[in-house]
T-cell receptor, first 114, second 112 residues
């Protein structure tokens, strides 16, 4: 069964440190999404890519967050410098556009900034 | 501005009874709706969907109803089982069909 793989699963670090989260999308999926789950907002879309090109990053704080796809098998989300308010669970999802195939989610990275 | 709203943060139901989870949306451009289920420490998994050209879609114990005029959809689970205990997210798509807009989720607890 194909899965989206996210690493690390958990990350605890101090405020000001750089955090990098990684995602391996399902082979053949050309659209990759980054979400953040918070209690108040539910699942917020941060950014997404198609064929490795960024399509929308309007949900992302630009000054500290960056998202890239170095190649078709790897997507990264970086926070630099990290702040306590960034503590959340970050999910990656992959899918195919213009179809009724749902997005497939990874199991998330639980981030705690102290 | 929350375009997809799940106003009940939690719901508790007896095993064997019906669970009804509700979702309201404000954007009339939404034309495809999905429900995802999420267990603790796991990512959301797709459960069932419905196109705006339909008013009902059924898959086993799960049925989704769509009322476009009221901008309301609901997920019915019959009969409810303890394994259904999870957080349920409603989500909506429109136009290019890329960006899912999620609600804040409803935590369902099914009591044995």
């Amino acid at each position: 069964d194909a899965r989206v793989t996210q690493t690390p699963r958990h990350k605890v670090t101090e405020m000001g440190q750089e955090v990098t989260m990684r995602c391996q999308p399902i082979l053949g999926h050309n659209t990759v999404f980054w979400y953040r789950q918070t209690m108040m907002q539910g699942l917020e879309l941060l950014a997404y890519f198609r064929n490795r090109a960024p399509l929308d990053d309007s949900g992302m704080p630009k000054d500290r967050f960056s998202a890239e796809m170095p190649d078709a098998t790897l997507a990264t989300l970086k926070i630099q410098p990290s702040e306590p308010r960034d503590s959340a669970v970050y999910f990656c999802a992959s899918g195919l556009p213009y179809s009724d195939q749902p997005q497939h989610f990874g199991d998330g990275t639980r981030l705690s900034i102290l | 501005d929350q375009q997809v709203k799940q106003n009940s943060p939690s719901l508790s139901v007896q095993e064997g009874r019906i669970s009804i989870l509700n979702c309201d949306y404000t954007n009339s451009m939404f034309d495809y709706f999905l429900w995802y289920k999420k267990y603790p420490a796991e990512g959301p998994t797709f459960l069932i969907s419905i196109s705006s050209i339909k008013d009902k879609n059924e898959d086993g114990r799960f049925t989704v109803f769509l009322n476009k005029s009221a901008k309301h959809l609901s997920l019915h689970i019959v009969p409810s089982q303890p394994g259904d205990s999870a957080v349920y997210f409603c989500a909506a798509l429109w136009g290019s069909g890329d960006k899912l807009t999620f609600g804040t989720g409803t935590r369902l607890a099914v009591r044995p």
